[in-house]
């Protein structure tokens, strides 16, 4: 059978450890023998972005601004004990903080819904979106460790020179202190993503916040929300039958709990990080948890939401077998593949797509999955294989689809 042609490149970025290990195995088993595969290449490794002193990662977002659709492996973020490991120059920033920054995108993440894995949450009937605000806050922040008494205020400076000036506290013994920030321009990027989203999916919107404690900072984004959802989507989402709702991120988190699922949950950045585990880990696995980065400007990279199973890694490296789930990671791939075949017009891309991710559940229903499934699944006589079998078993499903 000939190959499916590409016109516009892909954006490919590799990462580490066991990902970067079924990265090429995916790419061997299921893409390259059925796709005549174009993708600009970038590797994200960390001894690259060492080699490079991060300029790869940059350059990868950079392609992906241009050619508009990529598909990321999990990556490192460097912390101390990585500064040994790798021998780093500099403990460089999180990959997907840079990117994210580059592209001022929100991240959605929906968990993979397989029959045999029932979510711990037994009302939860449809899955859950979380949708991440990539910008700011806490990822963005300037921090003092406090050496001793003294004073610690906000300062802003106008360009005219005016200041505003706030006390933060005043320190009598040491401690520490954070300023952190967003933009009007990026929260309201946010919002027209996630409101959207909601309408391309036809589904309910949550956003919750803290504004009444945080009474400037949250209930600025709250505000921001309500404004734009007035002006551009109340009436669109009155004809699609879905509702937009703000409420405190207490409450959202006590009605996730007892809602049947199906709905759209925007959370702030640090809140969707947190979140987004939980819900996917709630749903089953990590490992089966999709992950897309959408721009204003019609940006879109795909990943999984997990790491770079760096214990995993190491059995590995010792040569012991591994049975680590490809799932979110294929999920990238024919995530970047449909959404190329969409913008490009080439429908044996996406009908590729949908097939191998048709294929990679049918597998695990059929009883084939990883040791992670294997012990939540409620299916009877499962048969667990390690990463490379799997891959295999999704293709021998796929090739006789
Ligand atoms: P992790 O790689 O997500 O793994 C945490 C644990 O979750 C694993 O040890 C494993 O549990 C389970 N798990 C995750 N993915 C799995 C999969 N595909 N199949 C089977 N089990 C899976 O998180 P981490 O260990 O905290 O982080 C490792 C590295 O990843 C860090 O250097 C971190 O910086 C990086 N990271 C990158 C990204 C990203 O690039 N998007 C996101 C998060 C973390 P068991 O060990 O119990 O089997
Ligand atoms: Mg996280």
């Not at 921001?224 to 989402?237: R, T």
């Not at 992950?291 to 790491?307: D, K």
């Not at 590995?316 to 680590?324: A, D, I, M, P, V």
């Amino acid at each position: 059978m000939a190959k499916i042609q590409m016109t516009t490149p892909l954006v490919e970025m590799d990462g580490d450890e066991m990902t970067r290990i079924l990265w090429k195995m995916i790419k061997d088993e299921l893409i390259l023998p059925y796709i005549d595969l174009k993708s600009e290449y970038y590797d994200l490794g960390l001894a690259y972005r060492n080699e490079t002193n991060d300029q790869v990662t940059v350059d990868s977002a950079e392609a992906t601004k241009k050619y508009g659709v990529a598909v990321k492996c999990a990556t490192i973020t460097p912390n101390a004990a990585r500064m040994t490991e790798y021998d780093l120059k500099e403990m460089w920033k999180s990959p997907n903080g840079t990117i994210r920054a580059m592209l001022d995108g929100t991240v959605f993440r929906a968990p993979i819904i397989v029959k045999g894995i029932e979510p711990c949450v037994k009302n939860w009937e449809k899955p859950i979106t979380l949708a991440r605000h990539a910008y700011g806050d806490v990822y963005k922040n300037t921090e003092i460790k406090v050496p001793g008494a003294g004073k610690a205020e906000l300062v802003f400076t106008a360009e005219d020179g005016t200041e505003i000036r706030e006390l933060i506290h005043n320190f009598t013994d040491s401690g520490i202190i954070q300023g952190i920030h967003n933009t009007d321009k990026s929260i309201a990027s946010f919002a027209h993503a996630c409101f959207k989203y909601a309408l391309d999916t036809k589904q309910d919107l949550w956003f919750a916040t803290k504004d009444t404690i945080s009474k400037k900072y949250d209930h600025n984004f709250k505000d921001i929300f309500q404004e734009i959802y007035d002006a551009e989507y109340a009436e669109q989402f009155q004809a699609a039958g879905i509702e937009y709702f703000y409420t405190l991120i207490d409450d959202a988190v006590a009605r996730v709990m007892k809602a049947k699922g199906g709905f759209i949950w925007a959370c702030k950045n640090y809140d969707g990080d947190v979140m987004s585990d939980m819900v996917s880990s709630a749903f089953g696995s990590l490992a089966m948890m999709t992950s897309v980065l959408v721009s204003p400007s019609g940006v879109y990279e795909y990943e999984a939401a997990h790491g770079t199973v760096q214990r995993h890694y190491y059995k590995h490296l010792k040569g012991e077998e591994t049975s680590t789930n490809s799932v979110a990671t294929i999920f990238a791939w024919t995530g970047a593949l449909r959404k190329r075949g969409e913008l490009d017009g080439i429908s044996e891309l996406v009908e590729f797509a949908d097939k191998l991710e048709k294929a990679s559940i049918k597998t695990i229903e059929g009883g084939k999955m990883t040791k992670d499934l294997a012990l939540i699944t409620s299916l009877k006589d499962v048969t667990v294989l390690n990463s490379e079998d799997f891959i295999k078993a999704i293709r021998a499903t796929f090739d006789a689809m």
